[in-house]
């Protein structure tokens, strides 16, 4: 048997006033940085030997797989950071609150963009390209997506990288994003397009599968780290 463990960042600074972010690059608040702490002591305190690290080119995850390195005084282990575990990208919704959103376009609508799994919002006209992501083609960055798009980008990423290693036998932790992750949650637990609005994915909450040596899930826990302000 081998361990998967999911976890999305802690509360970032877009979490707090409640904006889309998407590929967009907010750091933790403080409160945040104590609920990726309490996510690494949960983590610790289950006895999983972590093998390897992954996470998104953005800080927020980064810092919050940092901070459980060190909860876990494993500093020295393999991290490996991928554009494909970024969050989906909102388009021209990143950097609107979301409650406006709502007034603007009706709650119905955000509802499709935000939860439905083919809903796509509005597009970028020109998306910018930072220096992380010299290294990929221009094709990359995406001017938005649904979490369908998600999906097509993250499952490359599962075959490629997390798959190999979890059938060696090697336990695996993904540092990401909400969205990235219910990419993946959907994709490992066979959820179906409409079924998948439903799956929530709290911040900094592990999520522990144990799979079989083909990969089946056997078991899904939910680590407790809820902290009090």
Not at 1 to 11: A, N, S, T
Not at 79 to 88: A, D, F, V
Not at 184 to 197: F, H
Request: charged share 20%; hydrophobic share 40%.
């Amino acid at each position: 048997m081998v361990k998967l463990i999911l976890l999305r960042h802690g509360q970032s600074a877009a979490n707090f006033s409640n904006t889309y972010t998407g590929w967009s690059d907010v750091p933790l608040t403080d409160f945040g940085v104590q609920q990726a702490q309490a996510a690494g002591q949960a983590l610790a305190d289950t006895g999983i030997l972590v093998d390897h690290v992954h996470t998104s080119l953005l800080q927020r995850a980064i810092k919050t797989a940092y901070i459980v390195q060190d909860e876990l005084d494993a500093n020295w282990l393999p991290i490996t950071k991928s554009w494909r575990l970024n969050e989906r990208h909102y388009g021209a919704l990143r950097g609107i609150n979301k409650d406006l959103t709502r007034k603007l376009f009706g709650a119905q609508q955000v509802a499709v963009w935000r939860r439905s799994f083919d809903g796509r919002p509005p597009l970028l006209v020109n998306p910018s390209r930072s220096r992380r992501y010299h290294a990929y083609p221009k094709s990359i960055v995406p001017r938005g997506e649904s979490l369908a798009d998600a999906v097509v980008r993250l499952v490359p990423y599962w075959t490629a990288e997390l798959a190999p290693r979890l059938m060696a036998g090697e336990n695996q932790l993904v540092v990401a994003h909400g969205s990235t992750l219910r990419a993946l949650i959907k994709y490992l637990e066979n959820i179906s397009d409409t079924g998948i609005d439903q799956v929530e994915v709290a911040n900094a909450q592990p999520i522990v599968y144990t799979l079989d040596d083909k990969l089946k899930i056997l078991d899904k826990t939910v680590l407790d780290t809820k902290i009090v302000r």
